[in-house]
């Protein structure tokens, strides 16, 4: 399986877009990128999947480079609810295996 | 709908005594995980479930550890004998698909503090 690497930390204004950035040059044609993020002692939380094209629902933005090598997350308003850690993972439709990483612990400040 | 719900939300033991955590998926949901989540090592996948039988335990620590799904709608990891180490807050989750590809939806947690 692919490995993501994130940023360890970020920092965001309230009512800014806040841009999460994930590189995962290995990634393999069968694998997607999803995001799930980890409020505060709580059970992550599925944000949004893709494999090749961009992806938006009512949580977020994902953009996919053309090459598939990296990835980016965007919160398009970021409010004080959204300060979580953020994952990136690469998950191979062969193995099926959900690896959380470190991700981005997101602050999102007033 | 309810969610993932896990019971108890807070354990604590001591060690040697055995430790049984409970989970009930989102209703219709064909699989079930286990995970895992420690400052050390953050968050692991211990064992999934597809349709009640048990898919992949490769991430299950050691033979302490072992975790049954005898119904659709339950689930339960035990862990006997417990040790302080296997302190961590343990979820659950649930996803409609075949296998892990799909969107998984996780409980609020056990807690377990082991003394």
């Known amino acids: 399986d692919a490995k993501t690497t994130q940023p360890p930390s970020m920092d965001c204004a309230e009512g800014r877009a806040a841009n999460l950035p994930c590189n995962h040059s290995?990634?393999?044609?069968?694998?997607?990128v999803y995001w799930y993020r980890q409020i505060h002692s709580q059970g992550p939380q599925y944000i949004i999947h893709?494999?090749?094209n961009n992806e938006t629902n009512e949580m977020a933005s994902l953009i996919i480079t053309e090459d598939r090598k990296s990835s980016t997350l965007i919160l398009p308003h970021a409010t004080l609810r959204d300060t979580a850690v953020y994952y990136c993972i690469a998950v191979s439709v062969r193995t099926d295996k959900l690896i959380f990483g470190t991700g981005t612990r997101l602050q999102v400040f007033p | 709908d309810a969610g993932v719900i896990q019971s108890p939300r807070h354990e604590v033991t001591e060690m040697g005594q055995e430790v049984t955590l409970r989970c009930k998926p989102i209703s219709g949901h064909n699989s079930l995980f286990w995970y895992r989540q420690t400052m050390m090592r953050g968050l692991e996948l211990l064992i999934y479930f597809n349709n009640n039988v048990p898919i992949d335990d490769s991430g299950m620590p050691e033979d302490r550890f072992s975790a049954k799904m005898p119904n659709a709608s339950f689930s339960t990891l035990k862990i006997q004998p417990s040790e302080p180490r296997d302190s961590a807050v343990y979820f659950c989750?649930?996803?409609?698909?075949?296998?892990?590809?799909?969107?998984?939806?996780f409980g609020p947690g056990t807690r377990l503090t082991v003394l």
């Open positions: 893709g494999l090749k």
């Open positions: 989750a649930s996803s409609l698909g075949q296998g892990l590809i799909d969107t998984q939806y």
């Open positions: 290995t990634i393999s044609g069968n694998e997607y």
